[in-house]
C-alpha cells in the first residue's frame, strides 16, 4: 500500500514531527496528512500514526525523565487514569458531537494563546499548585485521555496548560510531564487499533524510529535552554493548530 521509496519521506516527516512534539505538541498535525495524502484509509492512517506516535512520546518522556525533569513514580497514578480514559475515548465520542468539539476547540486553543502572549512571565518559574495531585489526575486524565482517544488535535498543547494553570508547574517542567501522560493514551489508542486490525506495521515503526531520534533532540534542546526556547515554539504551534481547526470547522 506504501511504496518503499516513500519510506524515507516518511522517516523525515516523523523526525520533525517528533522534535515539535516533544517541545510543543502538535506532532500530528504533521504525521496524519501525510499518511492520508499517501491514500490511506482514516482508519488506517489514524492507527498507523498511533504506532508512531507511541515511540515519539516514548523517547521524549524517557529523556525527561533521565534528565530529572520529571519523575515516573509521580505520575504513575494520572497515567493510569489517563490510559482509561483514552481506551474509554470512543465511547465518550458517541455521547458528545464530533461537530461541537470542531468548533469549540479552535475557540479553547485560542485562549490559550491569548492567556500565553498576554501574561509573558507564564511558565518561568513554578508556581502554588490551584487543586490537588489526586484531584488534578482524575479531572484531566479522564477528560484528557478520553479527548486523545477520539479526536486527539491539541492533546499535549491542553496538558502543558493544565499542569501550568492547575499544578502551577514552570514550562519546561510541564512540557516533560505532558509527554509522560501522551504516552499512556497513544499506547492506549494503539491497543485499541491493533484488536481493530488498523495498523500498517513496517510503515509504522519506519516512522517510529524518526519519532524517537526527533523527540530526543527536540527534549534534548527544552532541557537545555529551558521556557525561552519552549515558549515561541509552543505559540507557534498552537497558532497553527488553531488556524487549521478554525478551517475545518468554518471554513468549509
Not at 523525515?12 to 499517501?38: C, M, Y
Not at 490510559?83 to 464530533?98: D, E, K, P
Not at 495498523?199 to 534542546?221: C, D, H, I, K, N
Not at 504551534?237 to 481547526?245: G, I, P
Amino acid at each position: 500500500m506504501i511504496e518503499l521509496g516513500q519510506f524515507p519521506l516518511l522517516f523525515a516527516v516523523a523526525f520533525a514531527a517528533g522534535f515539535v512534539d516533544s517541545v510543543a505538541g502538535g506532532g500530528g498535525l504533521i504525521t496524519v496528512p501525510v499518511l492520508l495524502s499517501l491514500g490511506l484509509d482514516p482508519r488506517l492512517a489514524l492507527g498507523t500514526n498511533k504506532l508512531q506516535a507511541v515511540f515519539g512520546s516514548g523517547s521524549a518522556a524517557w529523556h525527561y525523565a533521565r534528565a530529572g525533569v520529571v519523575s515516573l513514580r509521580d505520575c504513575r497514578r494520572g497515567c493510569l487514569i489517563t490510559f482509561g480514559g483514552a481506551a474509554l475515548g470512543t465511547l465518550l465520542v458517541q455521547q458528545v458531537s464530533r461537530d461541537f468539539l470542531l468548533h469549540t476547540i479552535p475557540i479553547l486553543l485560542l485562549a490559550v494563546a491569548t492567556v500565553l502572549l498576554f501574561k509573558p512571565k507564564m511558565g518561568t518559574a513554578d508556581r502554588p499548585p490551584r487543586m490537588g495531585r489526586g484531584a488534578f489526575d482524575l479531572g484531566f486524565g479522564l477528560l484528557l485521555g478520553g479527548y486523545d482517544g477520539f479526536f486527539g488535535p491539541g492533546t499535549g498543547t491542553f496538558w502543558a496548560m493544565a499542569f501550568m494553570l492547575g499544578l502551577g508547574f514552570n514550562l519546561t517542567k510541564a512540557t516533560g510531564h505532558t509527554k509522560v501522560m501522551n504516552f499512556a493514551s497513544n499506547l492506549s489508542s494503539l491497543l485499541v487499533f491493533l484488536v481493530a486490525g488498523q495498523v500498517l506495521f513496517v510503515p509504522g515503526l519506519v516512522m517510529g524510529a524518526g519519532q524517537w531520534l526527533g523527540a530526543r533532540a527536540g527534549s534534548g534542546m527544552v532541557i537545555r535552554n529551558g521556557a525561552r526556547f519552549i515558549r515561541p515554539v509552543f505559540l507557534a504551534v498552537v497558532l497553527a493548530l488553531t488556524a487549521k481547526l478554525l478551517f475545518d470547522a468554518y471554513g468549509r
